[in-house]
T-cell receptor, first 114, second 111 residues
Framework: EPEVTQTPSHQVTQMGQEVILRCVPISNHLYFYWYRQILGQKVEFLVSFYNNEISEKSEIFDDQFSVERPDGSNFTLKIRSTKLEDSAMYFC????????????FGQGTRLTVV | GENVEQHPSTLSVQEGDSAVIKCTYSDSASNYFPWYKQELGKRPQLIIDIRSNVGEKKDQRIAVTLNKTAKHFSLHITETQPEDSAVYFCAALSGYSTLTFGKGTMLLVSP
């Protein structure tokens, strides 16, 4: 069964450093998402991406965040200057269509900012 | 924006009992309501979803009901088993692609 894959599974970085989280969505999906989950809390929407541009983004997704689809398979989330409060599990997801279609989640990248 | 409230935050039941988790949403334009199960340290996985043109949907031991007028939807699990123990999240789709999640319910099923 096809699945969304994310790398790395765990990333430790120093405060102020840039990090790039990588995702390979399911191959025939057109919509891509990033979510984050702070330990013990709910899943929070960050951004959705379609046709090489951002469709929607939340208040969390400020100027420190950016997304990119650098080639036909990867989808990345960059945090320019990490803060302690960026420590969380980051989930990538993809879906086949717009509206009312299931979002499949990757296994997540645990980001720890020290 | 959309706001999703979920109750209870923790639910403990005996094996074989039923479990009910309730969610309310604020945006009347929301039209898709998935439920995700998340086991410890793992990714959220869709277990059932319902669209706004349907009032109820059932899949074996799991059912979801939607009341659009009241803006609430519920997850019902019958004949619970220990492997049902997990955190369950409800969500509502607003806009074109924004899934807003509830805070989650930790379900504990005791043998």
């Amino acid at each position: 069964e096809p699945e969304v894959t994310q790398t790395p599974s765990h990333q430790v970085t120093q405060m102020g450093q840039e990090v790039i989280l990588r995702c390979v969505p399911i191959s025939n999906h057109l919509y891509f998402y990033w979510y984050r989950q702070i330990l013990g809390q709910k899943v929070e929407f960050l951004v959705s991406f379609y046709n090489n541009e951002i469709s929607e983004k939340s208040e969390i997704f400020d100027d420190q965040f950016s997304v990119e689809r650098p080639d036909g398979s990867n989808f990345t989330l960059k945090i320019r200057s990490t803060k302690l409060e960026d420590s969380a599990m980051y989930f990538c997801a993809s879906s086949a269509g717009l509206l009312n279609t299931e979002a499949f989640f990757g296994q997540g990248t645990r980001l720890t900012v020290v | 924006g959309e706001n999703v409230e979920q109750h209870p935050s923790t639910l403990s039941v005996q094996e074989g009992d039923s479990a009910v988790i309730k969610c309310t949403y604020s945006d009347s334009a929301s039209n898709y309501f998935p439920w995700y199960k998340q086991e410890l340290g793992k990714r959220p996985q869709l277990i059932i979803d319902i669209r706004s043109n349907v009032g109820e949907k059932k899949d074996q031991r799991i059912a979801v009901t939607l009341n659009k007028t009241a803006k609430h939807f519920s997850l019902h699990i019958t004949e619970t088993q220990p492997e049902d123990s997990a955190v369950y999240f409800c969500a509502a789709l607003s806009g074109y692609s924004t899934l807003t999640f509830g805070k989650g319910t930790m379900l504990l099923v005791s043998p």
